[in-house]
């Protein structure tokens, strides 16, 4: 499985831009990057994803590097809302293994928000 | 709204005493799954069904059965559970495809918290 590296937490002050970081070196040329976050006592919620371009959506943005072994998630105003743990997972639409969906949880970053 | 509903929240439950979580999905989405969550290791999968009557296992499956009779509902079933069943389970669901595959855009229920002594 390609593995992402997160930092284990992050601080940011409320109603700031906050840039989440992930590395993916052996990223590969098919898998796509999801970003979820958990907010306490919660179950993941879906925030984006992406391939090579970067994305927007009423959440957040994904900046993807153009080798594509590293991406971040930008919060452009961050509220005390946004205090989750954050995961960037790294998908094969054509996995076949182990689940279908072929999402893997790792650690993620715990990101706190400051008021 | 759309949701993802699980019941129930909180069990608590001794050894052996069969018991069942339902989930239920008013999304009409045909990917349904159940995770669990447990401390430094994450969420595992338990079991996933591709749509009504096609379950397959997942990494942890051991302990659990499933049924997909009807679209919305993918109850978990712990025959006879035992202490290390103890966790927080999550269903999701997905309707959302690239062609054949589904887009991994996953929506959680809420979560059920079980105890097993």
């Known amino acids: 499985d390609a593995k992402t590296t997160q930092p284990n937490s992050m601080e940011s002050n409320e109603e700031e831009p906050v840039h989440l970081p992930c590395n993916h070196s052996?990223?590969?040329?098919?898998?796509?990057i999801h970003w979820y976050r958990q907010l306490p006592s919660q179950g993941p919620e879906y925030v984006i994803h992406?391939?090579?371009s970067n994305v927007n959506n009423r959440m957040a943005s994904l900046a993807i590097a153009e080798d594509r072994k590293s991406s971040t998630l930008i919060l452009h105003r961050a509220t005390l809302r946004d205090a989750a743990v954050y995961y960037c997972?790294?998908?094969?639409?054509?996995?076949?293994?182990?689940?279908?969906?072929?999402?893997?949880f790792g650690k993620g970053t715990h990101l706190i928000i400051q008021p | 709204e759309a949701q993802v509903t699980q019941n129930p929240r909180y069990l608590i439950t001794v050894t052996g005493k069969k018991l069942t979580v339902t989930c239920s999905q008013n999304?009409?989405?045909?990917?349904m799954s159940w995770y669990r969550q447990d401390p430094g290791l994450g969420l595992r999968q338990i079991y996933y069904?591709?749509?009504?009557?096609?379950?397959d296992k997942g990494d942890v499956p051991e302990g659990y059965k499933v049924s997909r009779k009807e679209k919305r509902n993918f109850p978990l079933i712990l025959e006879s559970p035992s202490p290390n069943q103890t966790s927080l389970y999550f269903c999701?669901?997905?309707?959302?495809?690239?062609?054949?595959?589904?887009?991994?855009?996953?929506?959680f229920g809420e979560g059920s918290r079980l105890t097993v002594l």
């Open positions: 999304m009409n989405h045909e990917y």
């Open positions: 992406g391939l090579t």
């Open positions: 052996t990223i590969s040329g098919t898998d796509y």
């Open positions: 997972i790294l998908r094969d639409p054509l996995y076949s293994g182990g689940g279908a969906d072929g999402l893997t």
């Open positions: 999701a669901s997905s309707g959302k495809r690239q062609g054949a595959t589904f887009t991994g855009e996953l929506f």
């Open positions: 069904s591709m749509n009504v009557e096609v379950t």
